[in-house]
């Protein structure tokens, strides 16, 4: 089973529309961290938001929005009112405590894709 | 500030060769992590150096291999070079260990192994 589920390959919106990425982990630790990260066709990726296991408060920044469920094990990410400059593939991780440190798992990625 | 950068940023190599990829992190992070990106694996953790020390591999073998300066510029490599290891390699670096903290990732290095 994969740690990191992002089942949506691919989503396809016209913009000013909301959407939302789906992102559902799976781990044994009770200390971990999540993540989500964006990558433009430039290639690199770019870090939105960091979520550690004990703190479930949901976010939001500016157009962006996270919500942290524990008992769901997900991490889900809202964009409102899309951009065509929000098109890119949208990635979420899961850090895991192992030797001292941690190990990230990413998820296989959510393609955005923003029609004017 | 800098970001973190990657030297060379294309590289074209044929099966059997060796190649050497290079990752400066941003001033004053210790911590540099290696990525392989491919379409059909996704983003996999190869590897993470902290303060000239491996911290964690992943499940790559033996021909990937890495290393950390004392200034933390990181570099990794990879022998007897297969068709497989085509890819984006992306290097990120962070204050502390990888996992917990902001990781800030690179450009990237597209490898094409012929």
């Known amino acids: 089973a994969q740690k990191v589920t992002q089942a949506q390959t691919e989503i396809s919106v016209v913009e000013k529309e909301d959407v939302t990425l789906d992102c559902v982990y799976e781990t044994r630790d009770t200390t971990y961290y999540l993540f989500w990260y964006k990558q433009p066709p430039s290639g690199e990726l770019v870090f939105l938001i960091r979520r550690n296991s004990f703190d479930e408060q949901n976010e939001i920044s500016g157009r962006y929005s996270w919500n942290f469920q524990k008992s769901t094990s997900s991490f889900n990410f809202t964009i409102t009112a899309s951009q065509v400059v929000d098109s890119a593939v949208y990635f979420c991780a899961l850090s895991e405590p192992a030797g001292g440190s941690y190990i990230p798992t990413f998820g296989r990625g959510t393609s955005l894709i923003v029609h004017p | 500030k800098a970001g973190v950068t990657q030297t060379p940023r294309y590289l074209i190599k044929t099966r059997g060769q060796q190649v050497t990829l290079s990752c400066s992190p941003i001033s004053g992070h210790r911590s540099v992590s290696w990525y392989q990106q491919t379409p059909g694996q996704g983003l996999q953790f190869l590897f993470e150096?902290?303060?000239?020390?491996?911290?964690n591999k992943g499940n790559f073998p033996g021909r990937f291999s890495g290393r950390q300066f004392s200034n933390s510029r990181s570099e990794m490599n990879v022998s007897t070079l297969e068709l497989g290891d085509s890819a984006l390699y992306l290097c990120?670096?962070?204050?502390?260990?990888?996992?917990?903290?902001?990781?800030?990732f690179g450009p990237g290095t597209r490898l094409l192994v012929l």
């Open positions: 990120a670096s962070s204050l502390g260990t990888s996992g917990e903290e902001t990781q800030y």
């Open positions: 150096y902290f303060s000239e020390t491996q911290r």
